[in-house]
């Protein structure tokens, strides 16, 4: 009866704990998204440095792609751009960008001032694309498969251990 | 003669036309409020000035114009952002915890409340002799024609 007596608060007391543990650990910036395991929404869009050019989503269908949200007003962008320019350098795998709601011209003279690790940049000048990708904090990455379909997504600027973990597993599992 | 009624009619359409987006500036209004800011997360899809927030008021709009209902307007947004855009979560399997866990809480608590009320009744005895006694004793302390006993 005594055990009974005080065991039922504490173990209320430790679900709690528990619940606030997780809770509290997970960033609330993160919101998972819908579109993982679908279909990679389709575009067809401008190429940055060559406008006259239109690359769409089927263009690359049987490849495995990265698309990485930027823009030239994307100061995160920044932070994660060496990481984007070593995996280029590497050959992993292809990245494509996304600018993401910006003025060509600027985003023409932040690649050519940082590098550019895409193979190639579309203009998403009203982000009407992004929408449709659920982007809402740029920098953004995705990893699309060989049959077209999202594996993983990124929010926020790529780290070392983000893309070695993450995406380097979305990656190998996309590919083999 | 016959230009009256092309008049009156060009006017009946204009004031259509504005009563008609007078009620869709209402209606998005609303759907507005129940819609989550993904930039800014606590703010609604109304209240927010983020860019994104605009953009996707421009789309819900455009949807709206093209005659969505306001279901498939928030599965549209459902589809690119998840749930997390509504602000009323749906009742679905993940959901099921937060929806009833109010409810559960109350009945649990209903139940605890019942059981100690209870055991509390249980408890009190009926008044003995000796508690007869003891209680003469309180009030004669109580009235001042006793003092209290040194402990």
New interface residues.
């Given amino acids: 009866m005594k055990a009974i007596r005080w065991s039922i608060p504490l173990a209320i007391f430790v679900i709690l704990l528990a619940f606030l543990w997780v809770g509290l650990g997970r960033d ?2 993160e ?5 993982i395991g679908k279909p990679a929404p389709a575009f067809a869009l401008t190429e940055l440095h060559q406008p006259s050019r239109t690359l769409s989503n089927s263009d690359l269908k049987g490849k495995v792609w990265l698309l990485n949200v930027w823009a030239s007003w994307c100061v995160s962008c920044r932070e994660e751009h060496p990481l984007l320019m070593q995996l280029a350098a590497s050959k992993a795998v292809l990245i494509y960008g996304l600018d993401y ?1 910006d003025d060509p011209n600027a985003g023409r003279t932040w690649l050519t001032q940082n590098g550019n690790p895409y193979t190639a940049s579309i203009v998403d000048r ?3 694309v ?5 982007v ?2 740029v920098p953004e990455t995705f990893v699309v498969d060989k049959e077209g379909v999202i594996r993983y997504k990124q929010i926020g600027p790529l780290s070392l251990t983000s893309l070695q973990q993450k995406i380097g597993s979305a990656v190998r599992f996309s590919c083999c | 003669m016959l230009l009256i009624p092309v008049a009156f009619a060009a006017g009946a359409t204009k004031m259509d036309a504005r009563a008609s987006d007078a009620a869709l500036d209402a209606r998005l209004k609303k759907l507005e409020t129940e819609l989550r800011c993904l930039v800014c997360q606590n703010q609604t899809l109304a209240d927010s000035n983020a860019d994104l927030a605009e953009d996707l008021r421009r789309e819900v709009r455009s949807l709206a114009v093209q005659g969505k209902t306001d279901t498939e307007i928030k599965a549209y947004l459902v589809a690119r952002y998840g749930d997390f855009v509504l602000y009323n979560p749906p009742l679905k399997g993940t959901t099921w915890l937060l929806w009833g866990a109010p409810f559960g809480l109350l009945v649990g608590g209903g139940a605890l409340w019942w059981i100690v009320l209870r055991r509390r009744a249980a408890r009190e005895l009926p008044v003995s002799a000796d508690d007869a006694d003891a209680q003469a004793r309180a009030r004669a302390i109580l009235d001042g024609a006793e003092p209290p006993a040194a402990s």
């Fill in positions: 609330p910036r919101v998972p998204s819908p579109l709601k009203d982000g009407r992004g929408i449709d990708y659920g809402y904090g």
